[in-house]
T-cell receptor, first 110, second 110 residues
Framework: TQLLEQSPQFLSIQEGENLTVYCNSS?????LQWYRQEPGEGPVLLVT?????EVKKLKRLTFQFGDARKDSSLHITAAQPGDTGLYLC??????????FGTGTSLTVIP | NAGVTQTPKFQVLKTGQSMTLQCAQD?????MSWYRQDPGMGLRLIHY???????DQGEVPNGYNVSRSTTEDFPLRLLSAAPSQTSVYFC?????????FGPGTRLTVT
């Protein structure tokens, strides 16, 4: 059962543009994480959000957790080629399990 | 610290063969897990362990076995490989909500 849907699935933009990636679910999560994965490597944790409505910033990346803790967004300002990768959201459910989203593949063209 | 290590990096099996994917971590984390990653599906949890001697099933456990005899090691066994098990497998350990992933094993079953 896929509990988290991400959109868009693929995104190709020019360097300097802004973008937003969405992570949506009908389930409530106690926390939500965002990862970035590069080809041939495992995912690397970017951020964890815990409180509904929480906003966290990591340099040019802004993460928001929905008020109802069912959805989240990732906004990148002035994208750079180094931002290229697969972005994954993951919600913490019952029993120590994390449920991953379908992923958004981002390509930033120089 | 090496973090989370996985071997082998690549593996090709014939249908019906068995094999063990190795995973080790040197961070003394109690929680370890195995995921598989398929295109358009994100990562799906296979099995997890909250400590030595304790394992539990995740979202897609059928066809896989695990054991946890030490804190450091968490091998994943394929009992009788099937083409549907062609995937990229990731091992992860977790501490205080932060997951650390290994580099993955790309498995092809013909």
């Amino acid at each position: 059962t896929q509990l988290l849907e991400q959109s868009p699935q693929f995104l190709s933009i020019q360097e300097g543009e802004n973008l937003t990636v969405y992570c949506n679910s009908s389930s409530v999560f106690s926390s939500l994480q965002w990862y970035r994965q590069e080809p041939g490597e495992g995912p690397v944790l970017l951020v964890t959000v815990v409180t509904g409505g929480e906003v966290k910033k990591l340099k040019r990346l802004t993460f928001q957790f929905g008020d109802a803790r069912k959805d989240s967004s990732l906004h990148i300002t002035a994208a750079q080629p180094g931002d290229t990768g697969l972005y994954l959201c993951a919600g913490a459910g019952a029993g120590n399990q994390f449920y991953f989203g379908t992923g958004t593949s981002l390509t930033v063209i120089p | 610290n090496a973090g989370v290590t996985q071997t082998p990096k690549f593996q090709v099996l014939k249908t019906g063969q068995s094999m063990t994917l190795q995973c080790a971590q040197d961070m003394n984390h109690e929680y370890m897990s195995w995921y598989r990653q398929d295109p358009g599906m994100g990562l799906r949890l296979i099995h997890y362990s909250v400590g030595a001697g304790i394992t539990d099933q995740g979202e897609v456990p059928n066809g896989y076995n695990v054991s946890r005899s030490t804190t450091e090691d968490f091998p994943l066994r394929l009992l009788s490989a099937a083409p549907s098990q062609t995937s990229v497998y990731f091992c992860a350990s977790k501490r205080q909500g932060k997951q650390y992933f290994g580099p993955g094993t790309r498995l092809t079953v013909t």
